[in-house]
């Protein structure tokens, strides 16, 4: 039965998510922004939302292993499954954007904080709103950047057909959703992992967080069928900021006690995680968008379930 509730959960965290992010774009276009800070920002924090909830819901239930978990492992399955399989489907291209030096680094820096933070095994307050700050200030990069794009932008939008009922309905909706699903997805998932003996964190960084990840995965792979691969790799950039920053720190304030996380414990995850971020960095740099590309970082994630199988087992 937790696996029914399990599948029912995710589906309205993904199907909530898609309210969220639809009518979200929505507002972004009624209120002139352009189509590139939309990409970079409400579709990067739209496909976040899911691990945002579950987190959040994780942290509230007294599960901070879930909690820090679904992110670290949210931002593995992005770069490894996600960006690899846009490598894979997508024709050689060259992009205009340079995403080595206005982007790809921004995915590190939050990391290699979050490392910091948790050598005293604690994730406070404090370090809380020092994340949420660091996403706050890629946001500011973000549209600074951008502002020329959306001064050329700005009269090709369409604002017709656009009600602010309809939209705040259908955002009321899409957060209900999420906000339930989330909560029911974590109870399950947790049964799920006593019964057969698996930890918790084992639950969060692969079954929740492969989960969670879904609406990252279906909107970039339309882009890149698309052929807007720029957005894509720019979705996957944002939404691992997002998760690091957004998702730890919010889940950080929501739990009546601070997160707590062993670095000792969890080192090959964490480790993981920060190794196919530097490789994400090497990619953009060199410009390798290829298949070849996408073949390397599934390595990474062959390897990733390889020490996921052999370390399912609570320690007894």
Do not use: C
């Not at 579950?54 to 931002?75: H, L, Q, Y």
């Not at 339309?222 to 996957?236: C, D, Q």
Request: charged content about 15%; aromatic content about 10%; overall charge neutral.
């Amino acid at each position: 039965m937790d696996f029914v509730i399990f599948i029912i959960a995710m589906a309205g965290l993904i199907f909530g998510a898609d309210f969220i992010l639809q009518q979200s774009e929505r507002i972004a276009l009624r209120f002139n922004i352009s189509e590139f800070v939309i990409g970079s920002t409400l579709i990067a924090l739209g496909t976040s939302l899911p691990e945002m909830a579950a987190s959040v819901a994780a942290s509230i239930n007294g599960k901070p292993e879930i909690a820090i978990a679904n992110a670290v492992g949210s931002n593995i399955m992005n770069i490894t499954l996600v960006l690899a399989l846009i490598f894979i489907i997508s024709k050689p291209f060259k992009s205009n954007r340079d995403f080595f030096a206005k982007d790809s680094i921004w995915a590190l820096m939050p990391i290699l904080v979050f490392i910091l933070m948790s050598i005293d095994g604690v994730i406070g307050t404090f370090d809380a709103v020092l994340l949420i700050t660091l996403m706050f200030a890629y946001l500011l990069f973000l549209f600074d950047d951008a502002k020329d794009e959306i001064l050329k932008e700005v009269d090709k939008k369409s604002k017709n057909n656009f009600s602010w009922l309809k939209s705040i309905l259908v955002l009321v909706f899409g957060f209900f959703m999420v906000v339930i699903g989330a909560h029911f997805a974590v109870d399950s998932a947790s049964n799920i992992a006593h019964s057969f003996g698996i930890s918790e964190w084992v639950i969060g960084a692969v079954l929740i967080s492969f989960g969670t990840s879904l609406p990252e995965l279906v909107v970039s792979i339309s882009a890149a069928l698309k052929g807007k691969v720029e957005m894509a790799i720019g979705n996957i950039i944002g939404s691992n900021l997002a998760n690091t920053t957004i998702v730890i720190g919010t889940s950080a304030l929501a739990g009546s006690k601070p997160l707590t996380i062993s670095l000792e414990a969890y080192h090959f995850d964490i480790a993981l995680m920060t190794a196919v971020t530097i490789m994400l960095i090497y990619i953009t740099a060199n410009k390798l968008y290829s298949r070849p590309a996408g073949i390397s970082l599934l390595i990474f994630l062959a390897l990733f379930l390889q020490h996921t199988l052999m370390t399912m087992k609570v320690p007894v």
